[in-house]
């Protein structure tokens, strides 16, 4: 394989994991410690393709979407394990969690409305608050919900949608790589396309 193929293949295991972890979730509950295990390896190598793309100057736009897709599969199937595996989260902690869920449907529906498709986001917010919705999954499934971490967890996913929509709302052209709602655009060349 390539070098240049690496990191839409990280994206593909990172896709085929989760039938998996749906089965170990499923038929295995003493195999939590596993199933946690594996589940922060798939976030970690979300982390390792982007530093592949990085260093190496291998980012695609097909890459970028393929990334995306991953990253939201990934974590709406999350949701979905932690409603399986830990369903007091959702009947003590509601009042918190419907807010984000209103605040990505919003971004999402944002989106679709201005530019007609999901942008692929490569926010540095929503990279970090991925980050912290991996360790507070992992938490949860092992130990159950802790109010302090849900809070955490919160905080950190309602900034990310606060700076989607803050972008899809002001910015008439958006730039795919802008890392910030506070960074300036990209220039061309910075984005490894040619200027004129």
């Not at 984000?100 to 926010?123: A, D, E, N």
Request: with cysteine.
């Amino acid at each position: 394989m390539q070098l240049r193929q690496l990191p839409n293949a990280i994206c593909v295991l990172r896709l085929a994991m989760i039938p998996f972890l749906w089965l170990l979730a499923l038929t295995a509950p003493e195999a939590r410690l596993l199933f946690t295990a594996l589940l922060g390896f798939a976030f970690l190598t979300d982390q390792f393709d982007g530093y592949l793309c990085r260093r190496y100057g291998l980012a695609t736009s097909f890459g970028a979407k393929l990334d995306r897709v991953a990253d939201d599969l990934l974590l709406l199937n999350v949701v979905a394990w932690v409603y399986v595996l830990r369903p007091e989260l959702f009947r003590e902690y509601w009042r918190v969690l419907v807010p984000l869920l209103i605040g990505l449907v919003t971004s999402t529906g944002l989106q679709y409305l201005r530019f007609r498709r999901k942008i692929p986001f490569h926010l540095h917010s929503g990279k970090l608050s991925n980050w912290v919705n991996g360790f507070f999954a992992a938490h949860v499934l092992l130990f159950g919900p802790a109010a302090w971490f849900v809070y955490l967890m919160a905080a950190f996913a309602a900034y990310a949608l606060l700076e989607e929509i803050a972008l899809v709302c002001t910015r008439e052209d958006l730039d795919e790589h802008v890392t910030s709602v506070f960074a300036r655009r990209l220039a061309p060349d910075a984005r490894g396309e040619e200027s004129d």
